[in-house]
């Protein structure tokens, strides 16, 4: 079943690659974004394909003790949601961590059915989509029919960067062919350019460095050639919106760490805003949350104090600390500790950039229900159980 993931993954690019940007909050079938249908649908069809095929879930201690956290966060979730008469958009969360986690574990646990390198060729094809949907998206942007190179038009670009900035990383994990490798970098590192996403060109660089930093004499002559290639980049009118990008980022940090304010004129007011309601948010509701959800947590938005229109602060860890408390969020870490540790012990550099990555995302979106995010990190693991000693893991 895993094989077939590139199928679905293809169903976001090119039944809908003619359509203009989608807005995810508006696209959604019962709930549920259009983006998210297709790997839900894989991920559906793989519970069901291991329950009739008669393929147990091999549970090692690891995937025990991610269980027994999964099974008391539920608890707690359920509680809290008993003790604030939260809405029913908690439910929908509540299910959808539970159905992530539970993917997970079910593709990952998979390694004594599927060889390494069906797996590592089925990667390599999802790959070609990516190439072949980056491409498209560069070229659209490139002739005026798009804003930028976002090819995934059912997710904003920020979730787009994510997904590809993820499979970046699992794709360097099975490479063995360099030049090809430098190649397709090459391709990954022009769609970020042309992606009006700050995040996103910021991670990529940060999984660069991770997959090239070793004081080697050829890693430093490539390092000196992609350091002028940015430069360039940066120089150029393509270059232009990149720096203005970050020029912004630069400036709401500031504000952030700073006692500076921003005014409503500004760039980023509305962002940098909601950043300081969620710390005021987490200050009010520090032991038992605001309940999971947009619609709960808004309950406690306080517009008087923050004059903005009102909405979550783009961040998982304040979003997901106010709305689970402090216990919660404590669990929830856990939890994902215990599912992406061994990614980062046992990915090589590949395996590090993916998780540094995510982390370093997180801090400016709250994508940690995005089904690919779950979907690659259980490959990985997978792939490193069939790549590494499984009695050690």
Not at 106 to 119: A, L, M, P, T, V
Not at 288 to 316: C, D, M, R, S
Request: glycine content about 6%; hydrophobic content about 50%; proline content about 2%.
């Amino acid at each position: 079943m895993l094989r077939f993931y590139p199928i679905f993954f293809a169903l976001n690019i090119i039944p809908v690659f003619f359509l203009s940007q989608q807005n995810p909050d508006i696209a959604r079938f019962f709930g549920i974004p259009y983006a998210y249908l297709s790997s839900m649908c894989f991920g559906v069809l793989t519970f069901l394909y291991v329950i009739f095929s008669g393929r147990r879930i091999t549970v090692n201690k690891r995937e025990l003790n991610i269980i027994i956290l999964l099974a008391l966060l539920i608890f707690y979730m359920a509680l809290q949601y008993y003790i604030i008469d939260s809405s029913a958009s908690a439910i929908v969360n509540i299910l959808s961590i539970v159905f992530f986690i539970l993917l997970f574990v079910s593709i990952s646990s998979q390694f004594k059915y599927e060889s390494y390198s069906n797996i590592s060729k089925m990667v390599e094809r999802c790959n070609v989509f990516f190439i072949i949907g980056m491409i498209a998206g560069c070229l659209k942007y490139l002739v005026g029919f798009s804003s930028d190179a976002n090819f995934l038009m059912f997710f904003n670009r920020n979730a787009t960067a994510l997904i590809v900035l993820l499979f970046f990383s699992l794709y360097s994990f099975v490479n063995t062919t360099r030049k090809k490798y430098m190649l397709f970098s090459l391709i990954y590192f022009s769609f970020f350019v042309l992606l009006d996403s700050r995040a996103g060109i910021i991670g990529f660089f940060m999984v660069l460095s991770v997959m090239f930093f070793k004081f080697h004499l050829k890693n430093i002559i490539l390092g000196i050639f992609v350091f002028f290639a940015i430069v360039i980049t940066l120089s150029s009118g393509f270059g232009e919106h990149i720096t203005k990008r970050l020029d912004r980022a630069t400036e709401s940090l500031h504000v952030l760490v700073s006692d500076d304010t921003i005014s409503s004129g500004e760039n980023d007011f509305r962002r940098v805003t909601l950043l300081y309601s969620g710390v005021d948010i987490i200050k009010n509701n520090y032991l038992i949350g605001t309940g999971l959800g947009t619609e709960n947590y808004l309950k406690y938005f306080n517009t008087a104090k923050f004059q903005t229109v009102p909405g979550q602060p783009h961040n998982f860890y304040l979003s997901y600390s106010a709305q689970l408390g402090a216990l919660g969020f404590l669990l929830f870490s856990m939890l994902i500790y215990s599912c992406f540790s061994i990614v980062f012990k046992y990915g090589n550099r590949a395996g590090k950039a993916f998780v540094l990555s995510l982390l370093f995302y997180l801090t400016f979106n709250e994508y940690i229900l995005l089904p690919e995010v779950w979907i690659f990190s259980g490959l990985f693991v997978f792939l490193i159980y069939k790549r590494g000693s499984i009695e050690r893991l």
